[in-house]
């Protein structure tokens, strides 16, 4: 069955760093779309990115542009989320998730179907 | 960048029909996802493609899009549909993933 772990959350002061990992397995991680979305505390769901199955295309919600870098490993079914210059803001839970899209590579339409239990990252001094 | 708006709160009796809105610009053109979180769980995928549900999804969740307006109903409502839906589509302008606020829903 598809599982999807996430890790490397924790508690980092304003400017800091963190690195998620996302570990994938029950599926051929090398076909699929990945993305990260986060939910703040007491909030609603936000897209924060997401990375093609096999070129390095990416991209990013303006709120993170320039500060979180997204990647994978296909080798080892692996997806990162790096964050930089972290704000108070982006404390949330943050949950990898699969990507399922349409067929039509001129209108591409994304959905998740199968989500990680999420992590929870807290900026705070 | 594309809005989607949710009402935040929708209640129902148990076994009546409860009816969640998501509005957008034009959105009968695009396709809309649905998915369900109960406290402290990742959210749950519950309806794609506007009307399509995945495997293990009751029959009593449904959904149409039309207009400005896509609709996730839930028949014959229980208490285990309590939980936050939120609506989700795909902006292809921006190749961004977007969500709607979320909805509330109390089964009373």
């Known amino acids: 069955q598809v599982q999807l772990v996430e890790s490397g959350g924790g508690l980092v002061k304003p400017g800091g760093s963190l690195r998620l990992s996302c570990a994938a397995s029950?599926?051929?991680?090398?076909?699929?779309?990945m993305t990260w979305i986060r939910q703040a505390p007491g909030k609603g769901l936000e897209w924060v990115s997401y990375?093609?199955?096999?070129?390095?295309?990416?991209n990013y919600a303006d709120s993170v542009k320039g500060r979180f870098t997204i990647s994978r490993d296909n080798a080892k079914n692996s997806l990162s989320l790096q964050m930089n210059s972290l704000r108070a803001e982006d404390t949330a839970v943050y949950y990898c998730?699969?990507?399922?899209?349409?067929?039509?590579?001129?209108?591409?339409?994304?959905?998740?179907?199968?989500w990680g239990q999420g992590i929870l990252v807290t900026v705070s001094s | 960048s594309y809005v989607l708006t949710q009402s935040p709160s929708v209640s129902v009796a148990p076994g009546k029909t409860a009816r969640i809105t998501c509005g957008g610009n034009?959105?009968?053109?695009?396709?809309v996802h649905w998915y369900q979180q109960k406290p402290g769980q990742a959210p749950v995928l519950v309806i794609y493609?506007?009307?399509d549900r995945p495997s293990g999804i009751p029959e009593r969740f449904s959904g149409a899009n039309s207009g400005n307006t896509a609709t996730l109903t839930i028949s014959r409502v229980e208490a285990g549909d309590e939980a936050d839906y939120y609506c989700?589509?795909?902006?292809?302008?921006?190749?961004?993933?977007?969500f709607g606020g979320g909805t509330k829903l109390t089964v009373l």
């Open positions: 998730a699969r990507i399922k899209w349409n067929d039509d590579p001129a209108a591409p339409d994304y959905y998740f179907d199968y």
């Open positions: 029950g599926f051929t991680f090398t076909n699929y779309h």
């Open positions: 990375i093609r199955s096999r070129s390095s295309y990416t």
């Open positions: 034009n959105i009968g053109s695009k396709s």
């Open positions: 493609y506007d009307s």
């Open positions: 989700q589509v795909w902006d292809s302008s921006s190749d961004q993933g977007v």
